[in-house]
């Protein structure tokens, strides 16, 4: 049995001790900040379901506590044009190639770090060399010269032991980068659904209300015809002519904005897509293609900071600086390198491994900061770094209470406001009918005629608005929840 020299047994014992020191991660450890401690997101309750209308969109919506919500929740909609208008984004859209790049980045970039810091680093050396030298540098006197080829290879490790945890600590904020740029695509997956779903509603809004105002306009002509037929025959004045000929340049002047609005929408979905507004060939929406959705899902705020990727990305920062912050506090502290070293030379490449051409080495160093007070500053500045984290991560998530505390009040107001709209334009069409027939009879003025026709106008428009606005609240409020891309992700990860 063979017994290690003192020496080697001293070198090992000290590397045996340096490994356990290692344990040690100096800095605080990361905790996921405490869920939101509220109970309701508005400080009056809300009402048990929305009020209802007649017509399209105008039927209630209950709101139903949810622990998750569906990837695919514009599915609820039941628009196939719809679904598959956000599957082509979802597929083809360059923000999102850009997320998944920096996501990619991120996650190699971790990759790297531990790669060269977890494990020690090896290289080996191949090399030939002519020299010559004299007898001078030898300390001789004799003018003899020897020139000779130089043959060697050999193998290096190196090696940082990590005493203090400052390269953990280094890994640590790295992985939490690459956690925060997978939420942010998790995000941009949520803002490009919904912008998508938004758009078609929109879209669907401008079209109707450019229908409505078409038909209101071809009647307001019809009356403009029968009054200069009238007028020829000295049963009108020409002054309700031309009013009546105001009224209806008014109505045609208000067409083109809204087909200006309705072609922006439609190179918006274009982009949206991924494709230039050119090319693009963009399906048509109609307010009555989409169904409203009777149940909304509420997630309470307690578990609102898991389903928020935004609230997700803030955490994943705040991990990132608590983690920082360790780094700078390890730089206080004695660093520990290691490396070690062997080769072979010799005179000719076939006594390159032969007896006597091994040689050796193995040092170690150990570094301790005795006076920087740069390091003691950059600490302090990694610990002010950490305070700002945790104070945005509190914003982020009372703007998130907030988002979701509008869009819950939105959808209440807004049933209501449909509700009216919806009284409003039924009372405004019955009172045009009578209007008219009062007309032909010679028992109404022009004046009285314009008045119905304008308030049949623009509450025929207002109420396709308020039931454009319903549709919208509801996708709001599905991304207000986090629209179940953090799950989803979670779930594709595990089923890879």
Known sequence: MQYLPATSRVVWLALGCAVLAGCTTVGPDFKTPAAPTVANYTRQPLPAQTASAPGPQGAAQRFDTATHIAADWWRVYRSAALDGLVQTALRNSPT???AQATLRQAQQTYAAQAGSTL???????LGVSRQQSNAASLGQSSNATNTFNLYNVGVAVNYNFDLFGGNRRALEALAAQADYQRYQLDAARLTLAANVVTAAFTQAQLAAQIAASESILQAQESQLDIARKRFELGAAARSDVLSLQTQVEQTRAGIPPLRNRLEQT????????????????????????FTLPQTLPLVVPSAL????????????LLHAATAQYGVAVSNLYPQINLSAG??????????????????WSLAGSLAQPLFNAGLKAGANAAEASLQ?????????VLQALRNVADVLRALDNDAQTLRAQAAADDAAQQSLQLVEQQYKLGAASYLQLLTAQQQAQQTRI??????????????????AMGGGVVGAAVETAAAH
């Open 342 to 359: 062997l080769s072979t030379q010799a005179l000719t490449a076939g006594a390159l491994f032969g007896p006597g051409s091994a040689v």
């Open 119 to 125: 494990y020690p680093t090896v290289g080996g050396k």
């Open 305 to 316: 900071v898991q389903q928020r990727p935004d609230v997700q990305a803030s955490a994943a």
């Open 96 to 98: 999102l190639a850009a």
């Open 388 to 396: 700002a984290a945790g104070a945005n991560y509190q914003q982020t």
């Open 462 to 479: 207002n109420l396709i608005a308020a039931q454009a606005a319903r549709l919208t609240d509801s996708a709001a409020l599905f991304q």
């Open 266 to 289: 439609d190179h918006l979905l274009a982009v949206l897509l991924g494709q230039a507004p050119g090319a693009a060939d963009v399906p048509r929406f109609d307010l009555a293609g």
